[in-house]
């Protein structure tokens, strides 16, 4: 069977940096000056639970554009709120001659470390100038996102999101087991991807990714970046020609051989008859693309309905199990919709104003 090239490999980090002003201490928009001189200051809720678990197996560094303040007065600031100590090194803007976004502000990080970027990982409430800054740089990165947004293009970048403090050293574990989007892309360029396949599994991807959210907000714990990867590579091997095996089987066979057993059970559950089958998804994960992908047609956001109709008229599936996948499928929808807060009725409109769909002229 056709190998996946190159080969996931889960690189051990050594170093976690920390943007400082809203990932480690609450910015003021109305205080001026220092932090550490601010009438009144706190640390981000959860954030010392995090560095106390975390201290244990990696160095930790601050990496912040903060341009009122010194390496001391940061120091300073930090001792306030009593996490002064569990850092061994401040970067600012003045120490690296540099400014995130810029690449040139990571490569002085590493440079003086004396770290590959691989060795490193940026954890900052910036989507941007700390997530997607760093994974330009050759970096992992964390994005802490307590408002719940989608990351730009409902792509997101980084390696995890987590969106309270206290589930980072959490997330650090379920990073070994989930590739880079760049390496998914790849994946799916070596097995043959077409336009069309692209376009079906962005929109699973971003569409799952979406709902991944709600569902976070709405206080149901959903691996965002799982299930956004496994958005991505569900259809994994449907150009693979092989033995007469389903590409769902193939998928989890490549996926399994890179040891990424999340994904290959996404890709395993996600074909329409599984449930029927005695295989239903098991997880949100698993659930969300499963049913994500039962509303994106080609590259249309469509109610499951119109999607289901699409698929009989192109595949002539049994009239019977057809009605009964749909009823499977009105019960998973209610479930999913109850979970993320949106009334079904309503879920179709509510993805394409949030992943900014327009409708076809």
């Keep these: 069977m056709k190998s996946l090239i190159p080969d996931h490999t889960a690189v051990k ?29 706190a640390a981000v809720p959860g954030v010392q639970v995090a560095l106390e678990a975390l201290s244990k197996k990696y160095q930790l560094v601050v990496a912040t554009n903060a341009a009122d303040s010194t390496e001391e007065q940061i120091k300073l600031a930090l001792a306030r709120v009593g996490l002064e100590a569990y850092f061994s090194e401040i970067f600012t803007t003045r120490r690296t001659s540099h400014r995130k976004p810029e690449t040139a502000y990571f490569r002085a990080i590493c440079k003086e470390m004396n770290r590959s970027p691989q060795e490193m990982i940026m954890v900052g409430d910036d989507v941007e100038y700390d997530a997607a800054a760093a994974v330009t740089a050759g970096w992992q990165a964390i994005w802490y996102n307590p408002a719940f947004n989608a990351a730009p293009d409902h792509m997101p970048v980084h390696a995890q999101e987590v969106y309270n403090m206290d589930d980072l050293p959490a997330a650090l574990e379920r990073m070994a087991g989930i590739p880079s989007l760049a390496l998914s892309r790849q994946w799916l360029a070596a097995n043959g991807a077409t336009p ?62 890179q040891g990424l057993s999340r994904l290959a059970n996404i890709a395993d559950r996600h074909m329409l008859f599984r449930p029927l089958e005695g295989n239903p998804p098991a997880s949100n994960e698993e659930s969300l693309v499963y049913f994500c992908d039962k509303l994106v047609e080609m590259n249309q956001i469509v109610p499951v309905s119109k999607r289901l109709e699409a698929l009989s008229n192109r595949y002539h599936l049994d009239p019977v199990r057809l009605l009964q996948i749909q009823e499977y499928l009105n019960n998973l929808q209610a479930d999913l919709c109850q979970k993320a807060g949106i009334h079904p009725a309503r879920l179709v409109e509510e993805l394409k104003n949030s992943l900014g769909v327009e409708e076809p002229a």
């Design 13 to 41: 980090p050594a170093v976690i940096a920390f943007d400082w002003g809203g990932t480690l201490m609450w910015n003021d928009p109305q205080a001026t000056g220092p932090m550490m001189t601010w009438p009144q200051v």
């Design 196 to 257: 069309r396949l692209y376009s079906h599994v962005y929109g699973v991807a971003a569409t799952a990714y979406q709902m991944a959210i709600w569902m976070n907000a709405n206080g149901h714990a959903v691996d965002s970046i799982l299930t956004h990867r496994g958005g991505l590579l569900h259809d994994l091997a449907r150009p693979v020609k092989d033995d007469g095996r389903s590409h769902a089987d193939i998928a989890a066979e490549q996926l399994s051989q």
